[in-house]
């Protein structure tokens, strides 16, 4: 089947950021999700932000490499945007969105864009991954895990982070987001997320990270870490917050 002619999160979210890198098959699957649950440009306008503000503190910590896992779209604020001197791999499952990452990454040399499943990560090109991600098992990175834990179950979560943990070196450190229960009330638009799409309830979100220590804002409504100014009013329906990999 013509992956092109499915429609794509990671495209979706791009048509709810005003981008220009999506088909009208995401065009049509936003405006139903939309029909279903409401207005998703500002939720996700804010989950971007959150992710300017988790890279930007990230960089403050030292670190200038980024691997990203479902990375989707690479513009609209994305890691090599928000930390503009680092080095940064995108990776994501999706072949036409890999391909779209790889054309407007064309010619870069800070960052590169290849198929990577964060739950195997023998998936990722090694070439690209030390070439973007220079030391990656032995300096510090900054790993970008958001838009994925809501699409695994608890035990292949914790299985992949706990893989990232080891995979990485101390210091480095990890932005994750979790999907709350807020699509509960809103029966049509949680069926069209999907059999796999899991929501969690706020005090579940800690224990799956497993080895990884939340930094002490800890795992909160993504409005409300570190905000630049007053929180945005919007549902609580991202969870999200920055983790550290300790020395064994």
Not at 20 to 32: F, G, I, Q, Y
Not at 109 to 127: E, Q, S
Not at 215 to 238: C, K, M, N, Y
């Amino acid at each position: 089947m013509d992956d092109a002619a499915q429609p794509s999160t990671a495209r979706m979210i791009d048509f709810w950021l005003g981008g220009e890198h999506h088909l009208p098959v995401d065009v049509a699957a936003a405006r139903a999700f939309e029909g279903a649950y409401g207005p998703c440009a500002p939720l996700f306008r804010d989950l971007r932000a959150f992710l300017g503000r988790a890279v930007r503190a990230i960089s403050a910590a030292g670190v200038d490499a980024f691997l990203v896992f479902g990375a989707g779209v690479p513009t609209r604020g994305n890691v090599h945007e928000a930390a503009p001197e680092a080095t940064v791999l995108y990776t994501d499952v999706d072949p036409v969105t890999v391909g779209i990452g790889q054309r407007i990454l064309a010619g870069s040399d800070r960052a590169g864009y290849g198929f990577g499943d964060a739950t195997d990560l023998t998936t990722i090109d090694p070439a690209l991954l030390h070439r973007f991600v220079p030391g990656w098992g032995s300096r510090p990175v900054g790993v970008v895990f958001l838009g994925l834990a809501a699409f695994l179950d608890d035990a292949t979560l914790r299985r992949t982070l706990d893989d990232l943990y080891a995979a990485t070196a101390p210091g480095s450190l990890l932005a994750v987001d979790f999907d709350s229960e807020e699509l509960a009330a809103y029966p049509q638009a949680l069926a069209m997320m999907g059999p796999t799409f899991r929501m969690r309830p706020p005090k579940a979100f800690g224990p799956l990270l497993g080895r990884w220590t939340p930094t002490p804002e800890g795992i909160v409504p993504v409005t409300r870490w570190r905000p630049d100014g007053p929180p945005a009013d919007l549902p609580d329906a991202f969870h999200g917050g920055l983790a550290v990999r300790h020395a064994d």
